[in-house]
């Protein structure tokens, strides 16, 4: 029994969700409650105890098991949520050697002593010699006592040692507070407090733990405004968001992530209420920073940055930053809506809040579209006159921004704003566009596919096309014919084993799935959304999943060389023999037992026929087939409901029209996909297999 096995033998989904969601109870075999991730009337939020699953059926459209509800309800990843379970369920997770022991233990230490000068700085605030601080956060500022506290502000007052003095107390050694940038230690080596004189607040990572400060300056004299801890085992902000870890929850809830500034911006916009604000650490967000929140929590980030000539600096490099995880997105990485408020009157966000904190809700919702905004703000400077030298050398900067999506309605528009801008037709901007690409994009030598292997098998591409998209399909269709649970037991290894070898197959599979969807966002957010864990059935297939959308959302190290570094002890095997290309390797190394199964995949035969085999072609043909198997169990399962829900009044009709139209939106996706797997399936064999 792999470790998430066993962590959801030992703790009841319905147990548990009712821990967070009190409303849920018993409905037939099943337990309902409205969705906790969404606003909703009729209860469509489901939990099933017999496969310890959830579904909800209403807007959301997700669902799961216990991991992914844990991972939701708390916005953790999935190794945050394996660590909590396993403590939960006193599961013991894979020893650390000493080396890892002692480098946790280490950076424990420092967060302790981090926490503990947080304390010590939020109580000087209250002493008598801070009153004029005090006056200045209430009056100045215009902060609250509740926001002092929620934030932990504090003041670190006009001594060289105190801090110091403090942290020796409690037994911290002078090169642990250097270590954490707290002090600082001269080449005399006398060591004296870092912060002095200062407003301090205290920056948390993701998680709410305190890992450094910044500090605003009190006195008028003081060249620096602002100075933050500098970089250390803890402290590193292009990883850090300000006020993430207050935030995730209404980012998560709205969908929207509103990225400003400064610190006191966030502040100011948590206690008028606005809790989905961040702040971006530094003059321009990073790409680190970007993943901290999109596509995890936010569908929409709207920069707010300062309307001074340095604010629209950073905006500018935000964007470019933001165009480079965007210009990937036809391999899946990212799909964000990026909008650019500008504050009026050449406010800062803080100010604006300040005066009037209501008509920020509408700012927020007019924010303008990224292409309305560079068109007019790189445009601005061109005389009546341009030259073409000159409009060209504006619309080469602008192209790759305009055109750093897959929805051919959005890039049309763009180019036909730019078009009229800059006084060029639109057949010649898409022309400097290529050009712009290839002179980005080198291009890669190409080289010949691979034959097929022997054991290539096509047995089970049989999932006959539908000749049409009814538009009243029957919500009683049977099960798709061709394919047998074991088989699609077997596919699971087999996809995860290519995607293992070759992680950036995984974008061309979710580019697929975009393409079937064809622009419609139904589609796109339910049935035809990208590839992940819940197309895998097995725990230990859904835990290599999650494992390896971490390894594509990190740029440290090479995906294989993630997936080595993070692979807990009890995975090993399969993960191993996955690797592996002799696929009775894979059969006999695989802790389940799928040798049977196994064969209706890696079948022994020679290939017949003209086409070439093509790994990216059989992967999707398998990862489309998966998703058909996921999309019958969840027609079976809102069929059952529907029934469910046929038997009570209106409220429960109201619910059964909701699962209909799902059903109906899960029939045209399989109709897609039914086409799609007969597009990329190689031919069939015509004679008969032994």
Request: glycine residues 6%.
């Amino acid at each position: 029994m792999s470790v998430t096995d066993e962590i959801k033998s030992r703790i009841d989904i319905v147990s548990y969700v009712q821990r967070h969601v009190p409303a849920l109870k018993k409905a037939g075999r099943n337990h309902k409650a409205c969705c906790p991730f969404h606003n909703e009337k009729t209860p469509s939020f489901v939990v099933n105890p017999e496969r310890q699953s959830w579904h909800c059926f209403g807007a959301c459209s997700e669902g799961g098991d216990l991991f992914t509800f844990a991972q939701k309800i708390h916005g953790w990843d999935f190794k945050e949520a394996l660590r909590e379970l396993a403590a939960e369920a006193g599961v013991q997770l894979q020893a650390q050697t000493p080396q890892q022991k002692s480098a946790s233990d280490r950076r424990d230490a420092l967060r302790s002593l981090v926490n503990s000068a947080a304390e010590f700085f939020h109580g000087r605030l209250q002493a008598g010699d801070a009153a004029s601080v005090r006056r200045y956060i209430h009056e100045a500022r215009g902060l609250s006592d509740e926001t002092i506290r929620v934030f932990q502000l504090g003041y670190a007052p006009e001594s060289w040692d105190w801090l110091l003095n403090s942290l020796r107390r409690l037994g911290y050694s002078d090169a642990d507070i250097v270590a954490v940038g707290l002090a600082v230690q001269n080449e005399n080596e006398r060591v004296y407090d870092r912060f002095r004189n200062r407003l301090m607040i205290p920056i948390r990572d993701e998680r709410g733990r305190a890992v450094g400060f910044g500090g605003r300056a009190l006195g008028a004299d003081e060249s620096a405004k602002y100075i933050n801890s500098p970089q250390s085992a803890l402290f590193d902000k292009s990883r850090l968001l300000f006020g993430l870890d207050m935030a995730k929850r209404a980012i998560r809830e709205s969908g929207t992530a509103v990225v400003v500034e400064g610190y006191m911006d966030v502040i100011q916009a948590h206690q008028a209420g606005y809790l989905n604000v961040v702040a971006q650490m530094g003059t321009a967000m990073t790409e680190k920073q970007v993943r901290l929140i999109a596509p995890r929590f936010a569908s929409r980030i709207v920069l707010a940055l300062d309307s001074d000539d340095a604010g629209q600096r950073a905006a500018r490099r935000s964007l470019d930053v933001a165009r480079q995880s965007l210009s990937q997105d036809f391999a899946g990485r990212l799909s964000v809506d990026l909008r650019i408020l500008q504050v009026p009157d050449g406010k800062d966000p803080d100010d604006f809040l300040r005066k009037s904190p209501a008509a920020w809700r509408s700012l927020v919702a007019d924010a303008q579209a990224v292409a309305d905004y560079v068109i007019d703000t790189e445009t601005a400077a061109l005389p009546g006159n341009a030259s073409v030298q000159e409009r060209e050398a504006v619309a080469l900067g602008l192209l790759p921004i305009l055109t750093a999506t897959e929805n051919n309605l959005y890039k049309q528009d763009n180019i036909q704003k730019l078009s009229r801008r800059l006084r060029f037709s639109e057949r010649d901007l898409m022309a400097l566009a290529r050009y712009k690409l290839s002179l980005e994009r080198p291009v890669q030598p190409q080289t010949p596919e691979d034959p097929p292997p022997e054991y290539w098998g096509d047995d089970y591409d049989a999932f006959p096309p539908e000749a049409s998209e009814l538009d009243e399909p029957s919500t009683s269709a049977a099960p798709a014919s061709g394919i047998n649970r074991g088989t699609i037991r077997a596919i699971e290894p087999y996809c995860m084993s290519l995607l293992l070898k070759n992680p950036n197959l995984l974008y061309l599979v979710n580019r697929e799935l975009r393409e079937l969807a064809g622009g419609d966002d139904e589609l796109l957010r339910g049935p035809l959304c990208a590839l992940g864990v819940d197309d895998f059935t097995q725990s230990q297939y859904r835990m290599l999943m999650s494992y390896l959308q971490d390894s594509m959302a990190q740029d440290d190290r090479e995906p294989l060389e993630y997936l080595e570094s993070v692979v807990s002890e009890d995975l090993q095997p399969e993960y191993e023999a996955l690797l592996v290309e002799a696929p009775e390797v894979v059969s006999q190394s695989i802790r389940r037992n799928f040798q049977v199964d196994l064969n209706d995949i890696f079948r022994r035969r020679p290939f017949q026929g003209g086409s070439r085999y093509s790994e990216r072609d059989e992967l999707i043909s398998r990862a489309l087939q998966l998703r058909l198997a996921r999309l019958e169990n969840e027609r079976i399962e809102m069929q059952y409901l529907q029934e469910e829900a046929q038997t009570g009044g209106d409220s429960d009709q109201q619910q059964s029209d909701q699962l209909n139209a799902k059903i109906m939106l899960s029939m045209r996706a399989k109709a897609r996909i039914n086409r799609a797997v007969s597009r990329v399936s190689l031919p069939r064999q015509q004679t008969s297999i032994s």
